[in-house]
C-alpha cells in the first residue's frame, strides 16, 4: 500500500507540473507549485516509511518549513508588490558529527521497520484494526490525490482548479498522514507526522487565499455559467 500511495502521489505530482507548463497564467502556475510543494512533502514521508527511513520525515519537516517561507513571500509580493531587501547572508552553519545521527536512526529506524513489515503484534485485533484503517486512509488520500491533480489539469478556470488543488491538499494529504500515523503508532515519527500536516494545513490555504485575492485583483473573472431561470426565451 506504500507503494501505491507513493505512485499515487507521483502521478499527482506529474499532473501538477503539467499545469504549471501549461499555465495560462502565472496565479495557475503559483497554485501548480503550490500543490507541487504539498506533493513533494508527502512523497518524502512516504518513502521514508517503504524504505524505513524515518530521517526522511526530518527532511518533509524542512521542506514544509521552505513551503511556509515561500508562502509567506508570495503573501508579501502579491500585497506589497516586492520582496524587500533580502539583507546580508549568514555564514553556512558549522558541520555536525555523525554519530549522533546514526544513533537517532538506528532508535527510530527499528519500530519503524517492524511497523511496516507488520510484524509487530503478530496477531493482535487491535493491531489488524489498526493496519486496515491505515490501508484504508492511505487508499483514499492517494485516490483524493489523484483526483485533485486531475482536476488541477482539467478544470475550466483558474478559480475552479483551486478548488481542485484544494481536495489534494486537505483530503488527499490528510489521510495519507493519517494513515501514516496509524501504522506509526505513540512514537516520535507520529509527532513528526503531525507537524507535517499542520505545516500543509497552514500553509496551503494562506496561499490559496492570497492567489485568489491576487487573482481578482488582476482583473481575473471567474467562468460563470448561465443563471438559474435565464433559459433562452422565444
Not at 62 to 75: D, Q, S
Not at 112 to 135: E, F, N, Q, Y
Not at 142 to 153: D, H, K, Q, S
Request: include cysteine; glycine fraction near 12%.
Amino acid at each position: 500500500m506504500f507503494a501505491a500511495a507513493t505512485l499515487a502521489i507521483l502521478v499527482t505530482l506529474a499532473l501538477a507540473i503539467i499545469r504549471a507548463i501549461l499555465g495560462p497564467t502565472v496565479f495557475d502556475r503559483a497554485q501548480a507549485g503550490n500543490t507541487t510543494g504539498t506533493m513533494a512533502v508527502l512523497l518524502l514521508a512516504v518513502i521514508g516509511f517503504l524504505n524505513g527511513r524515518p530521517e526522511f520525515l526530518d527532511l518533509a519537516i524542512v521542506y514544509g518549513l521552505l513551503n511556509l517561507v515561500g508562502t509567506i513571500a508570495v503573501l508579501k509580493f502579491f500585497r506589497y508588490g516586492d520582496l524587500g531587501d533580502p539583507g546580508e547572508a549568514e555564514p553556512p552553519p558549522a558541520a555536525t558529527r555523525e554519530d549522533p545521527v546514526e544513533r537517532r536512526r538506528a532508535s527510530q529506524a527499528s519500530p519503524l521497520l517492524g511497523r511496516v513489515s507488520g510484524k509487530p503484534g503478530g496477531g493482535h485485533p487491535l493491531t489488524v484494526v489498526l493496519d486496515i484503517a491505515s490501508w484504508i486512509s492511505l487508499a483514499g488520500g492517494g485516490f483524493f490525490c489523484v483526483v485533485g491533480g486531475i482536476g488541477l489539469l482539467r478544470m475550466p478556470d483558474f478559480y475552479t482548479r483551486m478548488h481542485a488543488a484544494s481536495v489534494t491538499e486537505t483530503l488527499g494529504a490528510g489521510l495519507i498522514l493519517l494513515g501514516l500515523m496509524l501504522q506509526a503508532g505513540f512514537t516520535l515519527v507520529a509527532v513528526k507526522l503531525a507537524i507535517i500536516g499542520m505545516l500543509i494545513l497552514f500553509t496551503s490555504p494562506a496561499a490559496t487565499n492570497a492567489l485568489a485575492k491576487a487573482g481578482m485583483a488582476r482583473g481575473i473573472e471567474p467562468l460563470l455559467g448561465p443563471r438559474e431561470g435565464a433559459s433562452s426565451k422565444r
